[in-house]
């Protein structure tokens, strides 16, 4: 099924219908020719079939009023719903017997696809040593009482908890990997699973606890700026001076060392930098050496870690992407990957993830209390604010 070009921005077609459900079942249906999907999902029988279900569900993460599984199957009695997103109405026993069936690996793929799409926005003056670099974390979602395969011991307490890794590209602002685990999981362990040949990637103190994974990840030519506990077992081997560019980039020492308090746990020569932040000192290493990667330029990396904790935000607190419409492992990843799929289509079309007062005006619009002429109004005034923010 061939997919037009994407628009860099709403036309008024596009808007009267909110294509982002359309743009959906197109990339689904193609993933599925790839990827394949359940046998059960071809029988005559089954009345219910997987984009319906899934277009269902994502309509429960773009629409402020339905919150719950319950209410999702109730909106699909009305004739717009039915006509628009899942084409009949929808009991909860098929909902519910829809999650097993449906491999979130799916998804997964589309969510790629996405990623790869969405056009690069770099900034004006930004550094083109900037364009592949990632920023690695993780963040967790509680889990329901009744969740129990999402139940973990940590520090000697019980919780219950989902788990999503990801990878945030630094200068386009936007999910490039994602993973959905158990609480439990490892961030690092599932940080290797993503690893890929040319890797840039930034991150925090749990990301630098193992020094082992330095040298794993050299011979795939990766590059890293990670954190380091404040007592880690340095051995400097050589000083390195520090520029007035770095120093205005909060600079004040950096050296190539080993690390590890024992010879056979120790790290390969890596390159530290301290840069002294508003509250502490930060303690940064990185494989890459002064004339491919100045001081400054990794101080500047590491500060823009804090963007993936801004997603982690948006997604939970403006996408409201914090109530189960499912609690099998499937289904929480299903609901996972698709909350990352709406806030690319988002940007893909608005140019950016919305804002709490943008994404309030959509949801009015899609609800039908704002008019079209609302929203193309506040779209236009948002790129107005871009336009002046930029230069």
């Not at 808007?15 to 959906?24: A, E, N, P, T």
């Amino acid at each position: 099924m061939a997919r037009k070009s994407t628009p860099s921005s709403f036309s008024q077609r596009d808007l009267g219908r909110w294509k982002l459900l359309v743009d959906f079942q197109i990339r689904l249906a193609e993933a599925v020719q790839e990827w394949g999907q359940h046998p059960t999902f071809k029988d005559s029988r089954r009345k219910l079939k997987a984009a319906q279900y899934l277009c269902l569900f994502l309509l429960g993460l773009l629409n402020p009023v339905v919150r719950t599984m319950r209410g999702l199957c109730a909106a699909s009695h009305l004739p717009r719903v039915q006509e628009q997103v899942c084409g009949r109405a929808v009991s909860l026993g098929s909902f519910s017997e829809a999650q097993p069936l449906l491999d979130p690996a799916l998804l997964e793929k589309v969510f790629a696809e996405l990623s790869q799409e969405l056009r690069r926005r770099q900034a004006p003056g930004a550094s083109g040593q900037l364009t592949r670099w990632l920023i690695q974390d993780s963040t967790l979602w509680e889990a329901l009482p009744r969740m129990g395969w999402a139940l973990w011991r940590t520090q000697g307490t019980t919780q219950r908890a989902v788990r999503l890794h990801l990878s945030l590209h630094v200068l386009e602002d936007k999910p490039v990997r994602a993973k959905v685990t158990v609480g439990a999981c490892c961030e690092r362990k599932a940080w290797k699973q993503t690893w890929q040949e040319g890797d840039a990637c930034v991150g925090d103190r749990n990301f630098g606890e193992d020094y082992q994974i330095f040298g794993q990840l050299n011979p795939k030519g990766c590059a890293f700026v990670l954190r380091l506990r404040e007592e880690a077992s340095i051995h400097i081997q050589e000083e390195l001076p520090v520029g007035e560019e770095d120093r205005a980039a909060g600079v004040v020492r950096q050296a190539w060392a080993v690390l590890g308090c024992r010879a056979r746990y120790r790290s390969l020569r890596v390159r530290l930098v301290w840069v002294q932040g508003p509250k502490e000192m930060l303690l940064l290493v990185s494989n890459k050496a002064p004339e491919e990667l100045s001081a400054a330029l990794i101080s500047r990396l590491y500060r823009c870690r804090w963007q993936i904790e801004l997603f982690f935000r948006w997604i939970k607190c403006i996408l409201a992407c914090r109530h189960w419409l499912a609690e099998s492992p499937q289904g929480v990843a299903i609901q996972i990957y698709l909350a990352l799929i709406a806030a690319l289509l988002m940007q893909l079309y608005t140019g950016r993830r919305p804002t709490k007062r943008l994404m309030e005006l959509i949801q009015f619009y899609l609800l039908g209390v704002a008019t079209l002429e609302d929203l193309e109004a506040a779209l236009e005034k948002e790129k107005a604010r871009l336009a002046r923010k930029k230069s």
